[in-house]
């Protein structure tokens, strides 16, 4: 199993940036696809945007555009820049795998954007 740390979040105006980040640890070589996901209040934990090993990228209708995941394979690190927010992109921020499988959730990073 992978375990992640996820750190970065906070509260910004809408139009503001943040860029969180995703430390994994663990069984980390076994990671192919990594994604970003997030829950926002009272609606259920969705995959906003993911890479694979090689540098491919999708990313949900919803921030695409404005969101850039990345990740640094040698340190086991994985980046979502987020861009011009909005606040309904407030919500906890996840990183795991895709898909998550057997991988526990860590504690996420809470993103709250103000109108």
């Known amino acids: 199993q992978v375990q992640f740390v996820e750190s970065g979040g906070g509260l910004v105006q809408a139009g503001g940036s943040l860029r969180l980040s995703c430390a994994a640890s663990g069984n980390t070589f076994s990671i192919n696809t990594i994604g970003w996901y997030r829950r926002a209040p009272g609606k259920q934990r969705e995959l906003v945007a993911q890479?694979?090993?090689?540098?491919?990228?999708t990313y949900a209708d919803s921030v695409k555009g404005r969101f850039t995941i990345s990740r640094d394979n040698a340190k086991n690190t994985g980046y979502l820049q987020m861009n011009s927010l909005a606040p309904e992109d407030t919500a906890d921020y996840y990183c795991?795998?895709?898909?998550?499988?057997?991988?526990?959730w860590g504690q996420g990073t809470q993103v709250t954007v103000s109108s």
């Open positions: 795991n795998t895709v898909p998550a499988g057997f991988n526990s």
């Open positions: 890479s694979s090993r090689g540098g491919r990228t």
